[in-house]
């Protein structure tokens, strides 16, 4: 019979506080995490924020020993925080100079006669000191969500959709105001579209591809045929489907076609009709097409300029394979790659990032990064199908929702870094964490 693997199932003690932290790390994350970069500040009063979360629910893991099912996701989530802490490791110089891709480290002691010191790994510790910071919100989100109920879970879904509900309000602000609207709460952001609480069009359409499946799952999930709640997730279906067509994210458009196919059959698995659901996606995909199919259109315009992701790649792999098997370290990509950018790229435009996130992972990590990511899919792949195949426990669409915006966000990753920021990461910390409280059915 299915059940459920979560903390509260054998430890209901401070459930209410973990619930009050966890709530207070989704509305910071959200408001503050929105930006990769220059907002060092915003960032960590999140962090600090997730340490409440992180000692209540470590509490509850050290009441209560988890379950067999949780051993292997929660091992890859203990050795993914352990990479970039092994890389901080002061090595001596006998060590580190052979590492691969420390010849002109080396060499520059070498030609001003001094002894090379201890070092570590990294090629920016600094970068990965703050990379290794930047994990404690979504570690202290999946800890969270072991450790609290079924309702728990459901009242923080509502919560994330609120947000992102308040996000497409403040883009609506942003829109009205131009260019120059002083709604944008980041410098370095994409004026004149709709961003909402985050610095980049990419990364909104990646928050909102995620919530889609979870707002559906919570109708597949609800009591009752079509009740006030219903209706109101419809809504959110609705107006999230519009704010992916205004936003003018080409993935999010990419892939809001098999996310809203996806959502619909996560509703049908249940045996519901998915009327609601299905009417809020006629609506709001009849919208689009008559009020912005024209700017959509043009992000997909052929006489375009080359895309500089697609040029860039080929140098981001070299620079990779530099590096192998350890890698350069957890954020070391901009040091990187200025030392193979050819001068044929160099322009106006700041690539801080891959804009793709496995090709990032190799070159910071190397074959590590690798192993834990092909960790990480076989979980994913058996915690899914065990979801699919009937093994949700109490909340079945919950499971299916939250396996399906994993997805999303991860296919999204192979063309950006949504992952970059701590707003989507600790929503896909969620999302996994909803997913592991599951196992499938004793056979």
């Known amino acids: 019979m299915a059940d459920e693997q979560t903390l509260s199932d054998r430890d209901v003690r401070g459930e209410g506080p973990r619930l009050v932290a966890a709530m207070a790390l989704v509305t910071l994350s959200v408001v503050l995490g929105g ?20 000692a209540l629910s470590l509490g509850a893991l050290a009441r209560n020993r988890p379950g067999r099912a949780l051993v292997f996701p929660l091992a890859v989530l203990g050795l993914t925080l352990a990479v970039p802490l092994l890389q901080l490791i002061p090595l001596p110089p006998t060590l580190w100079t052979r590492l ?62 609120a947000l992102a509900a308040a996000g497409l309000v403040l883009g609506a602000a942003q829109l009205a105001g131009g260019a120059t609207s002083p709604f944008y709460l980041y410098e370095t952001t994409n004026t004149g579209s709709l961003v909402g609480f985050f610095a980049n069009r990419n990364h909104e359409a990646a928050f909102l591809l995620a919530l889609l499946p979870l707002a559906a799952g919570l109708i597949a999930d609800g009591q009752g045929k079509q009740s006030l709640t219903t209706w109101l997730l419809g809504l959110f279906c609705l107006l999230a489907i519009v704010g992916l067509g205004v936003v003018g994210s080409r993935a999010g458009v990419i892939l809001a076609a098999p996310a809203l196919l996806a959502c619909l059959v996560i509703v049908w698995k249940t045996g519901r009709r998915g009327a609601v659901l299905a009417g809020a996606a006629g609506l709001a995909l009849a919208g689009v097409l008559a009020f912005n199919v024209s700017p959509i259109a043009e992000r997909f315009d052929a006489a375009a300029p080359p895309e500089f992701r697609l040029e860039a790649w080929p140098y981001v792999a070299k620079g990779a394979a530099a590096y192998l098997p350890l890698g350069a370290g957890v954020g070391a990509f901009d040091r990187v790659f200025r030392s193979v950018e050819p001068l044929t790229l160099v322009g106006p435009a700041y690539f801080n990032h ?51 915006a994993i997805a999303l966000i991860l296919l999204h990753s192979a063309v950006d870094y949504p992952l970059r920021t701590t707003s989507v990461a600790t929503l896909f910390a969620f999302c996994c964490g909803v997913l592991a409280s599951r196992r499938a059915p004793e056979v």
């Open 35 to 54: 930006a990769s970069r220059e907002n060092p500040l915003r960032l960590t009063l999140v962090e600090v924020a997730s340490l409440p979360l992180l």
């Open 100 to 161: 691969p891709g420390h010849a002109a480290e080396t060499l520059a002691f070498r030609l001003a006669g001094l002894a090379p010191p201890w070092a570590t790994s990294s090629l920016a510790p600094r970068q990965t000191l703050i990379s290794a910071l930047a994990l404690a919100p979504p570690i202290a989100m999946i800890l969270g969500v072991l450790s609290l109920g079924p309702r728990e879970r459901r009242i923080l879904i509502y919560l994330w959709l």
């Open 354 to 404: 891959a804009h793709n996130d496995y090709l990032e992972l190799w070159l910071e990590t190397g074959l590590v990064g690798a192993a834990l990511m092909a960790a990480f899919a076989v979980w994913l792949a058996q915690a899914t199908w065990a979801a699919w195949r009937g093994g949700g426990g109490a909340s079945p669409g919950l499971a299916r929702g939250a396996g399906v």
